[in-house]
């Protein structure tokens, strides 16, 4: 049973302490990755507004002779970007 302090907040006990533990690293591990792909999901949209500016056709040219210069993988998003905005 919970042991309750003066301010009447629970208190951990000892036995419990590695599962509060255990519960804090993945919270925080869990927070980590939330914060990263939020970034990850600011920086794809800055990357279709970015890319949303270049509407003449030999803009587009210009930015698929870019992409053709990196790998698959590289340009991928830049790629998948172009095409839904193409459409």
Known sequence: MEERGCSGTATINEQDAPVFS???KNMTHLLKALAARHEEREAHRLLQKELAA???PAD????ETIADRYSDEEAR???E???????
């Open 22 to 24: 255990s519960m804090e």
């Open 60 to 63: 587009r040219l210009e930015i």
């Open 77 to 79: 998003e830049v790629r």
């Open 54 to 56: 270049f509407t003449s």
């Open 81 to 87: 970007i172009l095409v839904l905005q193409a459409a």
